[in-house]
């Protein structure tokens, strides 16, 4: 069980990796440089991978205290 305080602050979080998967995606779509590309788009599907993880794991049954 979470508390209303713990499960903001998990919100909170799944904000911020969606956030910065966005904007690294976006990033990598406007540069030249390919390695610098290739890093933003593997550090941008690592934010999507921990975002899906944490709302697969959040919409598994947790519930408020």
């Given at each position: 069980?979470?508390?209303?305080?713990?499960?903001?602050?998990?919100?909170?979080?799944?904000?911020?990796?969606?956030?910065?998967g966005?904007?690294?995606?976006?990033?990598?779509?406007?540069?030249?440089?390919?390695?610098?590309?290739?890093?933003?788009?593997?550090?941008?599907?690592?934010?999507?991978?921990?975002?899906?993880?944490?709302?697969?794991?959040?919409?598994?049954?947790?519930?408020?205290?």
């Amino acid at each position: 069980m979470l508390t209303a305080k713990e499960l903001m602050h998990l919100e909170d979080f799944l904000s911020m990796e969606q956030c910065c998967g966005n904007l690294m995606n976006h990033f990598a779509s406007s540069m030249q440089d390919t390695q610098g590309k290739q890093l933003l788009q593997q550090i941008g599907q690592k934010s999507q991978q921990n975002f899906q993880t944490m709302k697969k794991h959040l919409g598994a049954g947790q519930t408020l205290q």
